[in-house]
């Protein structure tokens, strides 16, 4: 109660994660899809070991491999005969997105014989691979944490990330942070949250999908839901799960980035022109909201 009620704000974000008005995402893995992204104009890129990506140990390899790469300037792939690199004079800020809590990387063990946490082993390699080049040449390390459910989980992942930069020799906090709120119990612990990581944080996410999910899965089994395509971001419940993360972020000063548009451009120009009229629906509904940015 205390540290919701008391006026506290989080450290201030760092110049280069002032503008944050679009994200890209993708899955780590797929170079290709890497490469493109880090050739559009976004302000970031969410490169994702997470939900975009199945967890296999060969994706999860793949996608630190490519990461380690990328760090360098070294990340390229030929593709069906066609050859890509990042030609990109000022690519997106880069974002890696790790496992969550829930998962453990059955392929490395610790040493009390045991399978070790997802997230320790993700932030782990990262940081160790990459954290002080990306440190020295300003970009970074920053991170997105998913599925956070309590500020305990927040304490941990902060804990796991000050033992990182200990032991590789990076300025204590100068790796930034931004949470996705995306399960039920974390939209009651917002400032909670942010104070668990307030040295280090720079914003709040809206993981939309994940946090029905979230809802269905926590919720009386008799309370039922409508068919998906009901539950858009204007049911009131939904509104008022945005406000809350905008509210939070913004008295603690820092982000909130709305959620992901669940419609993707084809080539098809009549198809395209109704999902891009819905992408600037969702995203502009979201800047209304408050959000400072969105996916």
């Excluded at 993700?122 to 691979?129: A, E, M, S, Y």
């Excluded at 080049?133 to 300003?138: H, M, Q, S, T, V």
């Excluded at 999908?209 to 089994?221: A, P, R, T, V």
């Excluded at 406000?243 to 939070?248: R, T």
Aim: hydrophobic share 35%.
């Amino acid at each position: 109660k205390d540290i919701r009620r008391q006026e506290w704000k989080a450290a201030e974000i760092p110049q280069q994660l002032q503008k944050r008005h679009v994200e890209l995402t993708g899955p780590g893995n797929n170079a290709k899809m890497v490469i493109n992204a880090m050739n559009s104009s976004a302000d970031g890129y969410m490169f994702d070991l997470e939900d975009s990506m199945s967890p296999s140990f060969k994706n999860v390899m793949d996608a630190h491999q490519n990461l380690i790469d990328l760090t360098r300037g070294k990340l390229e792939v030929t593709n069906d005969d066609k050859y890509y690199s990042i030609t990109n004079k000022t690519p997106p800020t880069l974002f890696v997105r790790a496992r969550g809590l829930h998962l453990f990387e059955n392929n490395v063990i610790n040493s009390q014989n045991t399978p070790i946490q997802a997230t320790l082993f993700d932030i782990g390699t990262h940081l160790f691979n990459n954290g002080k080049a990306l440190y020295e040449n300003g970009k970074g390390p920053f991170l997105y944490i998913p599925k956070l459910e309590s500020y305990e989980d927040a304490q941990y992942v902060n804990n796991v990330i000050t033992s990182a930069e200990e032991i590789i020799g990076l300025p204590k906090n100068s790796t930034k942070v931004t949470a996705l709120i995306e399960t039920y119990p974390s939209i009651y612990q917002t400032d909670e949250i942010i104070y668990a990581m307030k040295d280090r944080i720079t914003g709040l996410n809206c993981g939309r999908w994940d946090y029905l999910f979230s809802m269905i899965k926590c919720l009386n089994e008799k309370q039922l839901f409508p068919r998906r395509e009901l539950l858009t971001m204007e049911q009131p419940f939904m509104e008022a799960y945005v406000q809350q993360i905008v509210n939070a972020s913004h008295h603690r000063g820092i982000h909130a980035m709305g959620g992901m548009s669940a419609f993707i451009p084809t080539k098809n120009i009549e198809e395209n022109n109704k999902i891009i009229n819905n992408i600037l629906n969702d995203k502009t509904l979201e800047i209304s909201r408050g959000c400072d940015g969105a996916w």
